[in-house]
Nanobody, 115 residues
């Protein structure tokens, strides 16, 4: 059974940086879509950034220029480098992998930006 394992969340001060990682275990599939979403309390889950197997990236307007998504296909891993973090970036971050009809989510990792 395929599982996504996330790591890298935590508490950081405004202006700081964090790097999230998400790896797929139990799968040798080549994933077409790898993305990061986030959900703050009382708000819907929104897309943060995504990258396709062809290397096309997409970012939410609120993070463009501050966050960078990348993937390592050999490791079935996606990364999210987050710089210049703001308090409004505080949320639970989820990774999402897709291929054809397969659509799986990670368990979520908390990112808190606070002084």
């Amino acid at each position: 059974q395929v599982q996504l394992v996330e790591s890298g969340g935590g508490l950081v001060q405004p202006g700081g940086s964090l790097r999230l990682s998400c790896a797929a275990s139990g799968s040798a599939l080549s994933w077409y879509f790898m993305g990061w979403f986030r959900q703050a309390p009382g708000k819907p889950r929104d897309m943060v950034a995504s990258v396709t197997s062809g290397g096309s990236t997409n970012y939410a307007d609120s993070v463009r220029g501050r966050f960078t998504i990348s993937r390592d296909n050999a490791k079935n891993t996606v990364y999210l480098q987050m710089n210049s973090l703001k308090p409004e970036d505080t949320a639970v971050y989820y990774c999402n992998f897709r291929k054809q009809v397969i659509n799986i989510w990670g368990q979520g990792t908390q990112v808190t930006v606070s002084s």
